[in-house]
């Protein structure tokens, strides 16, 4: 507890502070390709409230934490390289004591993988509204299977509106 003036006040030694452990459930995803790239959402409890008190890792990888709260996770897929089949999501936190896991099942995505061919232009604010032509192949043909994002240098992420997709 804080007071104004006094400070932060000590426990006293018949006092045990409160804990919580982490758990995972399910994580889920409309894409599932080893390629990475994509989001997926972990439902569970016990999870901290900033991205930076957690880490997900998967494929000997750590995850970017997209978004986060008391119960679920979005983070972005890492490459997985070869890897496919049930793959062990870990889940850590520096609030919460224990580590949790759940698994999620990747197949390989090397055929149906996106390839950008170009953008234009190639580089963009994304505190100033504008449009990017992305030409490539194997974007699919459902606007709402297709999630659009740019990373700055900082590693802020921000995710994109797509207006118009065509498959040529």
């Given at each position: 507890m804080y007071i104004p003036g006094a400070g932060l006040l000590p426990l006293d030694t018949g006092v045990t502070p409160l804990s919580k452990s982490l758990a995972a459930t399910s994580a889920t995803s409309s894409s599932n390709g080893n390629?990475?790239?994509?989001?997926?959402?972990?439902?569970?409890?016990?999870?901290?409230?900033?991205?930076?008190?957690?880490?997900?890792?998967?494929?000997?990888?750590?995850?970017?934490?997209?978004?986060?709260?008391?119960?679920?996770?979005v983070f972005l897929?890492?490459?997985?390289?070869t890897n496919t089949g049930a793959q062990t999501i870990t889940i850590t936190s520096t609030?919460?004591?224990?580590?949790?896991?759940?698994?999620f099942s990747i197949v390989d995505g090397s055929a149906t993988a996106?390839?950008?061919?170009?953008?234009?232009?190639?580089s963009a604010n994304?505190?100033?509204?504008?449009?990017?032509?992305?030409?490539?192949?194997?974007?699919?043909?459902?606007?709402?299977?297709?999630?659009?994002?740019?990373?700055?240098?900082?590693?802020?992420?921000?995710?994109l509106k797509l207006l118009n997709i065509t498959n040529t």
């Open positions: 390629n990475g790239g994509y989001p997926v959402t972990i439902s569970g409890s016990g999870f901290p409230l900033k991205s930076g008190e957690a880490t997900v890792s998967v494929c000997g990888k750590n995850a970017e934490i997209t978004n986060i709260n008391n119960i679920q996770i897929m890492p490459s997985c390289g609030e919460s004591t224990g580590t949790a896991t759940t698994t996106p390839t950008i061919a170009s953008l234009t232009p190639n994304p505190g100033i509204k504008g449009v990017i032509k992305i030409q490539g192949s194997n974007f699919g043909t459902n606007a709402a299977d297709i999630t659009l994002s740019l990373k700055n240098a900082t590693g802020k992420v921000y995710f």
